[in-house]
């Protein structure tokens, strides 16, 4: 198997125009120069969890951000980076392919062959397994020439294990010690990044001269905080499956007889329906945030839905398209219950057939209510996370039945007096994900790659690359690198009345904001998206042309770009030490210490514990 790994691809004729496409580097990336500032120290987004965070990784947290900077920049302390020795750099795939995973590798092996033709880059294949069992394959301009702007995981390969326990860690280190790396970038999401800071960490610790590097590349969009507005991926998971749903919307509207019940990936977050339902206006979708929110029900799902498809009836529509995250099962109070129950005495070692009898009166019912193929599903052992597998959880046939069922006892007892409802179930969960990348993704993906290498020529460790003012173009983009512990939290978890216990320090899915502005969108359109068919295909991926420049619609409605106000505040700060020192006049001193006092007093309340309630802990 791992002769066909980095093997030349046959490519279709748009395959190969693809692959002849050069992303756009930013000003600041251009050039053999590196120029960085580091800003002040980061702290956690949660003070709260400051502290477990700063005691799990006393090297690595606090570390400050670092801006890269075009030549005409003029910031004294930057720092000019001219000399480039010879690197040795290993990557690996973590998690499961996202389009544009291969633009990183070859954007980080131009930026190494740009700075030291003799430096070379080392992938690692299969994966995380492959770094344990040093499995390697030299990058080479010659491998990634059919790879380029293509899709899948395919150079390399990869696996969606963990580099966690005592053992993985120190397979790592022995494979980077080795193979005498300087750097050791991962790519992948929540967990992968996760794991890169605790190897940053104990690298750190045992001083190995590796430093790890994390590139947030997911499909689930939900590696998301102030520092990261989207990941490698996403754009084209999003688009590639709009152009799948409308045409769902548009069967619909063409047979007026069917109700499509569509799953879309994301795991726990709904990321991926909420940019799906913007871009291709299907009648109905249920975010598994706002049933978290609103604690609804399975019975309350269902009564929702029913409740669309009798309005919708009565005006003579006996069709609509309804989107469900597949994260949504794991949202619902008294599922996601059931299934901790389960989770449980599957650890005990109950096999599937025993746990029936042994759950609670409460959690039996609800089990035994469900139809036979959803409680073989709940049986199924927990992902490595302690989540459920939720690709294999079919939500939506479980909502169809339930809606079928009682759409059926409404027209028994006449108080639904439109056609029999009949529903078509999908799971888009694989469809996109091997997709050639959307040019957005291929530019962000390949910028990325370069910005790790300015991380590792600026010798920084535990760091994730990143990218802010993604929605203008490609020139305008800040690039930067911010510590990934930065990007941290503690979860509490209950464990009884009045009890606790803490979780371990890391990045966390970031779920819908519902105060936010893409929900907000939403909301403002959800009454005419049930009732009026304003279905909207925004057609196949397009690469030139109309549409070619288009993003993510939750990327262009927030009001982003954390980096640059850092900066800008940065600024500020600067011009009030100028203006304001020894020798200026009263007046001045004084407007200086009212304004510095009432600012301050409002940014501690700010960003006092009791006000980061919303932050995961």
Known sequence: MDADYGIARELSDLQKLRSQYQPELPPCLQGTTVRVELGDATTAADPSGEHVISRSFPHTYGQPLAHFLRATAKVSDAQIITEHPAKRVGIVFCGRQSPGGHNVIWGIHDALKIHNPNSTLIGFLGGSEGLFAQKTLEITNDILATYKNQGGYDMLGRTKDQIRTTEQVNAAMAACKALKLDALIIIGGVTSNTDAAQLAETFAEAKCQTKVVGVPVTLNGDL????????????????????????????????????????????????????????????????????????????????????????????????????????????????????????????????????????????????????????????????????????????????????????????????????????????FGYQARGSLPSKFDCDYAYVLGHICYHILAAGLNGYMATLTNLKNPVNKWRCGAAPITAMMSVKRYGRGPGKASLGKPAVHPATVDLKGKSYELLSQNATKFLLDDVYRNPGPLQFDGPGADAKAITLCVEDQDYMGRIKKLQEYLDKVRTIVKPGCSQDVLKAALSAMSSVTEILSVMASPSSNANTPF
């Open 224 to 427: 998301k905080n102030q520092f990261v507005e989207t990941n490698v991926g996403f754009d084209t998971i999003c688009k590639v499956n709009s152009q799948l749903i409308s045409n769902m919307c548009t069967d619909a509207l063409s047979a007026e007889k069917y109700y499509y019940f569509i799953r879309l990936m994301g795991r726990k977050a709904s990321h991926v329906a909420l940019e799906c339902t913007l871009q291709s206006h299907p009648n109905m979708v249920i975010l598994g945030e706002e049933v978290s929110a609103s604690k609804l029900t399975l019975f309350d799902i269902t009564n929702k839905i029913c409740d669309t498809v009798q309005a919708r009836a009565e005006q003579d529509k006996n069709h609509g398209v309804i989107l469900l995250p597949e994260g949504l099962i794991e949202s619902i109070p008294e599922v996601y219950a059931l299934l901790q129950e389960i989770h449980g005495l599957l650890k005990q070692g109950v096999s599937a057939d025993k746990i029936s009898s042994q759950l609670s009166p409460w959690a039996s019912a609800l089990f035994e209510f469900l139809p036979p193929f959803i409680k073989k599903q709940l049986l199924l052992h927990p992902e490595s996370d302690d989540s459920a597998q939720l690709s294999q959880i079919e939500t939506e046939k479980l909502l169809a039945h339930l809606v079928e069922t009682e759409m059926n006892k409404r027209l028994k007892e006449g108080t639904y007096k439109g056609k029999k409802f009949n529903a078509i179930c999908h799971f």
